[in-house]
């Protein structure tokens, strides 16, 4: 009994990582347990010296981030082509990096238990670290609490004001203000919440409800008297281990171009979305490419956005990109858009002159460069912004997008990357947020495993 009572604030600590990856999209994905989740942390550490904290910060963190994101094992030994325990290796240094940073929140909740109300604290505490893992190291802000309520949508839409920071923040206060209670009945610690900080914060979780039912009801009206474009999606999903194979190149854009004529002959669309790298080949390179013209963008009189890899030597040396091209009747490069934010260790290698044991990892999945110009693209009289795989998990991308013009957000995305994982849903959470940040539609297209 007494080893229990030692290691129970642990378990406790354990419990809370298990319901934060139940809560996430995927497996589970159960939402609503986020806004209990944390609940058993929060009092485990109320009587916590800070270093305690940051232990059970970590115990926390480790079980979640390992269950989150276990299908990076997929990408880098199923399609990266590394062995497995390399995979395993990297899935558990990235678990152990995301688990620093809960495990600076619980150090700090309880080295603030008493100095300040942990109530409103933690979740100011909580946003500002995912704020901080958003940008270092070319930022990593994947699943933050907040996504985890994309299908919810009277919960989110407060996102508009404040983002999906402004979800994190309701969540980790509703925490709080559970544990604040709970602590009240049980007795014990430090923390001491006063009535009128509770009433605060039930209250600001019934005005964000009443919010969000408000907007919705605007919206509906919105939507009801709006103009209408029709735009179709296509996606072929290509099996990621056939994607890039020569001999499937056409049977590839020969799928795309099928399922493209089947959309026009159901409805007249204005656009066509392709998902990322659809074209599995240099567009300018390939005489596949005149055919899709001749075959689907000439005939159609149809704007068709396709991502596609492309290469270009600037001062004699070749640059490639991850790219988006325009399509516009009768068969003209309207616009072109690359990939701004890559992804580190999958699209390029960061800090290359000191990381060079990384190198093969990009030979076999890609070396890019970023792109340089956001500005949004234009399909007749309709304003496109593009943002490509990893863009769409950064708000500041869509954000700018919008700022400057863009009416539509369409997102062109390979998940078949994920395989048969939890990673498609996770990605496709994040998507739903930028729509509700910006009050813009997103059409997404996305390669998937069939």
Not at 47 to 70: E, H, I, N, Q, V
Not at 204 to 225: N, S
Not at 349 to 355: E, M
């Amino acid at each position: 009994m007494g080893l229990f009572l030692r290691h129970r604030p642990y378990l406790a600590a354990l419990l809370s990582g298990l319901l934060l990856f139940g809560a996430a999209p995927g497996l589970v994905g159960l939402g609503l347990l986020a806004w209990v989740a944390l609940v058993p942390l929060l009092l485990a550490c109320r009587t916590a010296s800070p270093l305690r904290g940051f232990k059970l910060g970590l115990t926390a963190g480790l079980p979640y981030y390992l269950l989150l994101l276990y299908w990076v094992i997929i990408v880098l030994s199923t399609y990266g082509q590394l062995s497995l325990g390399v995979a395993l290796a990297a899935l558990f240094l990235l678990a152990l990096y995301m688990s620093l940073y809960l495990g600076v929140f619980a150090a700090g909740c309880a080295w603030l238990g008493a100095r300040l109300p942990v109530l409103w604290a933690a979740p100011v505490l909580w946003v500002a670290l995912d704020f901080v893992r958003g940008r270092l190291f070319s930022g990593f802000p994947w699943q933050d609490l907040g996504y985890s309520q994309y299908h919810m949508p009277l919960i989110i839409q407060s996102a508009d004001l404040f983002g999906h920071y402004g979800i994190t923040f309701l969540i980790i206060l509703a925490n709080g203000l559970l544990a604040a209670l709970a602590a009240r009945f049980t007795g014990g610690g430090r923390w001491r919440e006063h009535p009128a900080s509770l009433l605060g914060a039930a209250g600001l979780l019934v005005a964000a409800l009443v919010y969000g039912g408000v907007r919705q009801a605007e919206i509906r009206e919105a939507i009801r008297q709006a103009p209408t474009r029709p735009v179709a999606v296509v996606q072929g999903n290509i099996p990621q281990d056939e994607k890039w194979t020569p001999a499937f190149r056409r049977k590839t854009v020969e799928r795309y171009i099928r399922l493209s004529l089947e959309a026009q002959a159901r409805q007249k669309n204005t656009l066509l979305v392709w998902p990322e790298t659809a074209l599995p080949f240099y567009p300018d390179e390939d005489p596949l490419f005149l055919d899709l013209i001749d075959k689907l963008v000439r005939p159609q009189g149809v704007c068709l956005l396709t991502g596609a890899p492309r290469r270009q030597a600037v001062a004699g040396a070749v640059h490639y990109y991850n790219s988006a091209l325009l399509l516009a009747p009768p068969g003209r490069l309207a616009g072109l858009y690359d990939k701004q934010h890559l992804v580190p260790f999958g699209e390029y290698i960061p800090l290359r002159q000191i990381l060079p044991f990384a190198a093969p990892i990009v030979e076999t999945m890609g070396d890019f460069t970023p792109g340089r110009d956001e500005t949004p693209l234009s399909c007749g009289d309709m304003r496109i912004g593009v943002l490509i795989c990893f863009e769409s998990i950064f708000p500041e991308l869509a954000r700018q997008q919008t700022a400057d013009g863009a009416e539509l957000l369409l997102v062109l995305t390979n998940d078949a990357w994920f395989g048969r994982s939890s990673a498609p849903w996770q990605h496709f959470s994040m998507a739903v947020l930028r729509a509700v940040e910006n009050r813009r539609p997103v059409a997404r297209a996305a390669n998937t495993r069939s």
